[in-house]
């Protein structure tokens, strides 16, 4: 196991409503990756945070957003669920300054979000 | 535009045999690639990466091999074993605007038959 863990495991919500994941990086990790993971597809980057400020993102529209908190824990939010939202949603934490080397990045076991 | 991409879906291979699966990139300002492990209900697990400036990176069992004449890069696995069975992503790794930008390939499925 990485040492990242992610809440909840399974979540089932309707179209329009709004989401909170949550995500604990391994300890002392500053940097935190959420990816979406589409049924038999490849994680696609979301957003990463460092140092509780966004420093990159994927082609994703706003309605995905994301925090960081002091403890480095994070939190993806997506507003107005779409039915192509449903997928696994993966946080990985790294210890960096900033960048990502792949041999740093831990990935929790995902949260699998229905939108029906 | 950017792409990483596999050549076949699914793999099966006999138990003992060696394992390759197989990678092409788009982007040429790639400088390192990485290697992931996906067992269901799991997040990708690292396995072995390798820089541009390199063609071979081999690790235990694995073996990366990497053509950047033609944007290839291949993922060996020596002495298959039950417990290799997952899906494999290879993944290349940039420096974008200031953070390092990871994006995946769809995977590859291999099925170790006993």
């Known amino acids: 196991e990485t040492g990242v863990t992610q809440s909840p495991t399974h979540l089932i919500k309707t179209r329009g409503q709004q989401v909170t994941l949550r995500c604990s990086s391994q300890?002392?990790?500053?940097?935190v990756s959420w990816y979406q993971q589409a049924l038999g597809q490849g994680p696609q980057f979301i957003f990463q945070?460092?140092?509780?400020?966004?420093?990159g993102r994927g082609n994703f529209p706003p309605r995905f957003s994301g925090l960081q908190f002091p403890n480095y824990s994070s939190e993806l939010n997506v507003n107005a669920l779409e039915l192509d939202d449903s997928a696994l949603y993966l946080c990985?934490?790294?210890?960096?300054?900033?960048?990502?080397?792949?041999?740093?990045?831990?990935f929790g076991p995902g949260t699998r979000l229905t939108v029906t | 535009g950017e792409s990483v991409g596999l050549h076949l879906p699914t793999l099966s291979v006999q138990e003992g045999d060696n394992s390759i699966i197989n990678c092409a990139y788009s982007?040429?300002?790639?400088?390192?690639f990485i290697w992931y492990k996906q067992e269901s209900g799991k997040g990708p697990q690292f396995i072995i990466d390798?820089?541009?400036?390199?063609d071979k990176r081999q690790g235990q069992r694995v073996t990366v091999l990497l053509n950047k004449t033609v944007k290839h890069l291949s993922l060996q696995i020596a002495a298959t074993q039950p417990g290799d069975s997952a899906v494999y992503f290879c993944?290349?790794?940039?420096?974008?605007?200031?953070?390092?930008?990871?994006?995946f390939g769809t995977g590859t499925k291999l099925q170790v038959i006993p």
């Open positions: 990985a934490s790294t210890l960096s300054g900033g960048g990502i080397s792949g041999h740093e990045q831990y």
């Open positions: 300890s002392g990790h500053n940097t």
């Open positions: 945070y460092y140092r509780e400020e966004e420093n």
């Open positions: 982007n040429s300002a790639s400088d390192y």
């Open positions: 390798i820089r541009s400036n390199m």
């Open positions: 993944a290349e790794n940039r420096g974008t605007g200031g953070y390092q930008k990871v994006t």
